[in-house]
DNA sequence: AGCACGCCGACT
DNA sequence: GTCGGCGTGCTC
């Protein structure tokens, strides 16, 4: 029997992800017409359920008829070759399975939305439409209208019938059988495309197209035009430049040719248009920069971190701030591309719009692709099909770049390893993209290289375990000193009546200092908003948010109240709500009074704020950075945007405010988070050998042991301790948590539900692997009551089967009567 | 996730 | 008597 005979006589079928959370793989039937083409990672489309329409992903393909129930049609095949490799389907069930979500919402993520079809619901006359009389006035009207159009959408006839809800509408005139309701289903993404001129074949040959010339002597506007062309396009001198004309926008842009002429010498067949498919990152292409050259630590760090390579898998490069780690990637990173593998370097979001993309882009030119959230749909789309093309060798992404269809990585290189914002929360899956990089890493043979000048505990962890391998820079570039940390008293100065609001006498003494030397300064406080909260004096009344436990936050320029958890404003009471009293007075300070308490000290002074309420759009973010950078900003007021990756010369001063709120949050990761967060907001200090670097932290608890650590850059101290603590009281990295918080309007039953689910699982896993439940931090979010459980198992554990226990009792829970509504967010390695 | 089928209250 | 509430279960 040959290929051909088999596929004629046995129906294939494909088992699909859809996207949507089922737990599991639906089966479809394979049409005859597809027999032996269909591709596993191909898109097909499928109707799941009585109406809907989606963009489902091959998973499987086989010949075994399902025997409970008889399959469906695939509808469409999308994709000829596959668009997700198999390697990123193993990492979608490999993530799927370890983070405990549905296989469907990893898909979800995973693709950019352009790839995903978008089916739409439209209404159209229907043909066999028998009771016109049946119709009123109203509804004659309507039905016309959507013959005359052919088919409409629900918005649009929402719009055309000026009803808010058309449903009632819809249904009415499909029991009246006049119309009927399709999906429609298109894809999203829509290549771009440039209209371009040249000229016909006939005229292409020079020596008609030298007695073309003659001819149009007499009709100088069409000549003009023709000359115009050749000036981009030398057809005379070579015809073959002409296959690829010249965009219609050339001619346009001169104001001096005339459309209509270009037009007639279209109609008459001299020119002709065609349409070309171009990409959208054009490159605009800027000055190439070379390979920098290394400095003698630097060129050790590359060598030892290609020799731990040759022995382990992945190496934790810790280098202090300011050391130069990224020359370090760019050589091993071309080291990579040379040896005909992918690379993927991955940064935190903020870091990704600043500085280092630009350079890399300089240097690795047109095999660079960028991944990022900021853009656009389209756009991420060309990422990942020039990824499949090869058109990309290297990609630099954010979070969700570990999902592009990579096939052949030598490198990933994860910048800042220890940052939290790897770890995507809401929605699921919450995966971590560092831990999964490692995953794909197994996968595809590639090395993982972790950098940050404040490794996580974990990874440090690791590397002392011999895991992976250590190769440390603790010298700043080109000699530069680490900056001097210094701490400033508050509780003194406030007894000594030092304080100027929150300014102590001695901060503003050096900011003084600084604005005369023309230096710059940064300011960091990790809160955003005017003040923090609202409080009356006579009755200790505080502005709280409606639907969540957490204070309002007051926003000056809105004249707001806002809650930074749900998003919900208010506007600024004139008068207590409680008892009517007039002294409401603000407590605590954000950025916002920062700023504007600063710009009354130094009205000269040209300050910038940078948190998320200044940089809302694109463009903002970038432009506050170019300022900074070339001088026109004193001073720089920010949240932890400031403390990331960015890379300024004439930084001397860094402020560091409230530093005792981040120390003293009640988390075991506190410590840890302040470590990291301080040393790298120190870090932006004094980065250049001619300007040396000076702190300030203003604290009311100057004998804090993790601040000891920070002045003296003391890394390793700092982890000795951390690490301790963490084994004494059985933390990551010695256990692995899995986080189960229950949700629901009444708190009983929130809590009722997470201590039956605690009782149950105590029972199979044993107490000491169980704690709570108890109320989180913020005990209500959106209304919605919130109860912790955390699952504690040793490193040393196989969860599989205590994951499959736990989703078992979580449905339990979910499903039983008196819990009506709970719902239950599983949320594995939470950071 | 959506959407159907299915069993109990306020309306013509 | 009916319209409609949303409560449970299924979707290849």
């Not at 990224?326 to 979001?349: D, M, N």
């Not at 436990?549 to 709500?577: A, I």
């Not at 004094?686 to 601040?707: D, M, Y």
């Amino acid at each position: 029997m040959n290929q051909l005979d088999f596929q004629e006589e046995v129906t294939q079928f494909a088992d699909v992800i859809l996207p949507i959370p089922v737990p599991r793989l639906f089966t479809y039937r394979v049409p005859r017409e597809f027999a032996g083409q269909i591709q596993i990672g191909a898109r097909v489309i499928v109707q799941f359920g009585k109406t809907k329409i989606v963009t489902a992903l091959v998973a499987r393909v086989h010949t075994q008829p399902p025997k409970q129930y008889q399959a469906k049609y695939i509808l469409e095949v999308l994709d000829e070759t596959p668009l997700v490799t198999r390697w990123q389907l193993e990492l979608f069930s490999w993530i799927s399975e370890y983070y405990m979500c549905h296989i469907g919402e990893v898909m979800n993520v995973a693709l950019p939305s352009g790839l995903k079809i978008s089916s739409q619901s439209k209404v159209q006359y229907n043909p066999d439409f028998e009771h016109p009389d049946l119709l009123t006035a109203r509804e004659k009207e309507i039905v016309e209208e959507i013959k005359a159009k052919q088919s409409l959408t629900y918005d649009e006839l929402a719009r055309f019938a000026d009803v808010k809800n058309v449903y009632h509408l819809i249904k009415s005139l499909i029991g009246k059988r006049a119309i009927i309701v399709f999906e429609e289903v298109r894809e999203k993404y829509s290549p771009k495309v440039v209209r371009k001129i040249r000229l016909t074949s006939f005229y292409a040959d020079p020596e008609n197209l030298k007695a073309l010339i003659g001819q149009l002597e007499k009709s100088p506007k069409q000549l003009d035009i023709l000359l115009e062309y050749l000036r981009y396009v030398p057809a005379l001198r070579d015809p073959e430049k002409n296959t690829e004309g010249t965009p219609k926008s050339t001619f346009s842009r001169n104001d001096e040719l005339s459309d209509s002429s270009l037009e007639t010498l279209l109609k008459k067949g001299i020119f002709e248009s065609f349409d070309v498919v171009v990409s959208r990152f054009a490159e605009d292409t800027g000055t190439i920069a070379t390979m920098p050259t290394l400095s003698e630590p630097q060129q050790r760090a590359v060598q030892e971190v290609t020799q731990a390579f040759q022995e382990k898998d992945t190496v934790l490069l810790h280098g202090v701030t300011g050391a130069g780690k990224t020359e370090v990637y760019i050589h091993l990173i071309e080291q990579a591309l040379e040896s005909g593998s992918q690379v993927l370097y991955l940064l935190p979001e903020i870091a990704l719009t600043t500085q280092i993309v630009i350079r890399l882009k300089k240097i690795f030119g047109e095999r660079v692709g960028i991944y990022h959230s900021k853009f656009s749909d389209n756009e991420r789309v060309e990422v990942w099909k020039g990824v499949l093309s090869g058109r990309f060798q290297f990609v630099i992404g954010v979070r969700s770049a570990i999902f592009l269809p990579f096939d052949s990585l030598g490198l990933i290189i994860v910048d800042e390893e220890h940052e939290a914002s790897y770890k995507q929360y809401d929605p699921a899956p919450r995966y971590h993209a560092r831990d999964s990089a490692l995953v794909i890493a197994r996968m595809q043979g590639a090395k993982v290289l972790l950098g940050s000048a404040t490794p996580s505990i974990e990874s440090f962890y690791h590397a002392q375990q011999g895991r992976y391998g250590l190769v440390q820079l603790k010298e700043r570039f080109g000699n530069a000193a680490l900056p001097a940390i210094e701490l400033i008293d508050i509780r003194q100065a406030r007894k000594n009546r030092e304080m100027k609001g929150d300014f102590s006498g001695e901060l503003l003494r050096q900011l003084e200092q600084n604005l005369e030397k023309k230096e710059q300064t940064i300011l960091f406080q990790n809160r955003r908003g005017y003040s923090p909260y609202l409080t009356c004096d006579d009755c200790s009344w505080i502005s709280k948010c409606d639907n969540c436990d957490v204070s309002l936050t007051y926003h000056q320029r809105d004249g707001e109240l806002r809650c930074h958890y749900c998003g919900h404003k208010e506007h600024l009471p004139r008068t207590c709500p409680a008892c009517g009293s007039t002294k409401i007075r603000t407590q605590g300070f954000g950025t916002e009074k920062l700023e504007e308490d600063l710009q009354l000290h130094f009205p000269a002074a040209r300050i910038q704020r940078m948190d998320l309420d200044t940089t809302r759009s694109k463009t903002a973010f970038q432009q506050m950075i170019t300022d900074f950078e070339q001088g026109e900003t004193d001073m720089l007021v920010g949240t932890q945007m400031v403390s990331k990756g960015l890379d300024f010369d004439k930084v001397s001063l860094v402020a560091i405010f409230d530093a005792d709120r981040m120390i003293n949050f009640p988390d075991f990761r506190s410590t840890e988070r302040s470590f990291q967060l301080l040393t790298q907001v120190s870090g932006r200090a004094g980065r250049r050998k001619e300007r040396a670097g000076r702190v300030l932290i203003q604290t009311n608890n100057t004998q804090h042991p993790i601040l000891a650590k920070i002045i003296h850059n003391d890394y390793e101290g700092f982890y000795a301790e951390e690490i301790e603590e963490r084994q004494a009281y059985g933390y990551p990295p010695f256990t692995r948590i899995i986080r189960l918080t229950t949700r629901h309007l009444e708190q009983q039953t929130a809590q009722a539900a997470a201590q039956k689910l605690a009782t149950l699982l105590l029972q199979k896993v044993g107490t000491d692997r169980v704690k709570g439940p108890e109320s989180p931090l913020v005990e209500r979010i959106r209304n919605q009551f919130l109860f912790d459980v955390l699952l504690k198992f040793e490193r040393n554990l196989n969860l599989k089967a205590i994951k499959e226990f736990v989703k078992e009792t979580i449905e339990e829970v979910v499903t039983t009567k008196e819990f009506k509504g709970i719902s239950i967010v599983i949320d594995v390695d939470p950071v």
